[in-house]
């Protein structure tokens, strides 16, 4: 009975983590919520869609507040379990009942097959509390790359942390993209001059501290962007906004190149009042050259969670040039 209650509680977290997934994906028509094609690009009445461009804050940068009212949050607003942690616990639980089964039979006049099948359910048994324990840890913000390496993970963590969404940085201004993938993105904006420090993490979303594997699900509402910090006399934000519509296709909904899902949609994330007023002036001028409309978020920033060290300047590490001008192909899987 036990293995039974086990396997219906799987499929029952399995079934809400792909549906929550499919949810945030699709938008039920409601004459309560007013259509947001591109609040979050998602799908809904099927009339002709336009960018909604959200007004701007009324002073000239945002509150370093969270709850600044400014932004809905998209998804869940608690932290679903995963499908990796779905399975691990289903796993951690039949390993530990065989194991636990088996005890009483262990003895010297035990076969080779017993202590065989013991020490493979201890194996997959420790791996799987292992990787558990692991998955429910919280990322170490303090442990990611710093300055020292161009990199902004560290210290926009300590934003998150402390619930700022700033406008500036010592000498140097914040800008916020979401681009598809994070690496090929950020790649693209280490190589421009001007751009002093950059880093990939979740942006948008309804769940704090939220990992990878939790933002892949599509359930927490995040997208895949980039935080940076520039120096305005070198390069203007018109310029990083050029570069974004460049390498996106800003009439695709939720999907930069093969890459698809509501993590993968495109925004700009305005931190002051020139910000957006730049920001709606490129998407208009943008606009002329497609028939069809852009989808891409004009949002405020929120809090900006970066991501996991192995992914801050993934393609950088995995070879390839961050060099400022360089004009090689950028590979985004290395």
Not at 223 to 244: F, W
Not at 249 to 269: E, F, S
Not at 273 to 286: P, S
Request: aromatic share 12%; proline share 5%.
């Amino acid at each position: 009975m036990s293995r039974h209650v086990v396997l219906f509680f799987f499929i029952l977290s399995f079934s809400v983590s792909l549906a929550f997934q499919s949810l945030i994906s699709v938008e039920i028509l409601s004459t309560s919520t007013p259509f947001h094609p591109t609040s979050i690009g998602r799908i809904s009445n099927f009339k002709a869609r336009r960018p909604i461009i959200r007004p701007p804050p009324s002073n000239s940068c945002l509150s370093a507040n969270k709850d600044n009212g400014e932004v809905e949050s998209k998804g869940f607003p608690i932290t679903l379990p995963t499908l990796n942690q779905a399975a691990g616990a289903w796993l951690l639980f039949i390993s530990g009942n065989r194991i636990f089964a088996s005890l009483p039979n262990l003895n010297e006049d035990s076969t080779d097959k017993q202590f065989l099948n013991f020490g493979i359910n201890g194996i997959f048994f420790l791996g799987s509390l292992f990787g558990l324990v692991k998955s429910f840890a919280k990322i170490d913000y303090q442990s990611l790359d710093d300055l020292d390496k161009n990199s902004l993970a560290q210290q926009a963590g300590q934003w998150a942390v402390d619930n700022e969404v700033p406008s500036t940085y010592q000498q140097y201004e914040v800008a916020t993209f979401a681009g598809g993938c994070f690496w090929g993105t950020e790649l693209h904006y280490q190589r421009i001059p001007g751009v002093i420090a950059t880093c990939v993490g979740y942006t948008q979303g309804a769940v704090e501290y939220p990992k990878y594997d939790q933002v892949c699900s599509g359930s927490t509402g995040h997208a895949e962007g980039i935080q940076l910090i520039y120096d305005p006399t070198l390069v203007s934000y018109e310029r990083l906004l050029t570069k974004l519509f460049n390498v996106i296709d800003p009439i695709l909904l939720n999907q930069v190149a093969n890459d698809k899902g509501t993590q993968y949609r495109h925004g700009v994330y305005y931190h002051t009042d020139e910000q957006f007023d730049i920001a709606k002036k490129v998407i208009a001028d943008t606009q002329l050259k497609y028939s069809d409309p852009i989808v891409t978020e004009l949002n405020p920033s929120t809090i900006f969670w970066p991501a996991e060290n192995y992914h801050q300047r993934y393609l950088e590490k995995g070879g390839q040039s961050a060099e400022k001008e360089c004009e090689e192909k950028v590979r985004c899987y290395g």
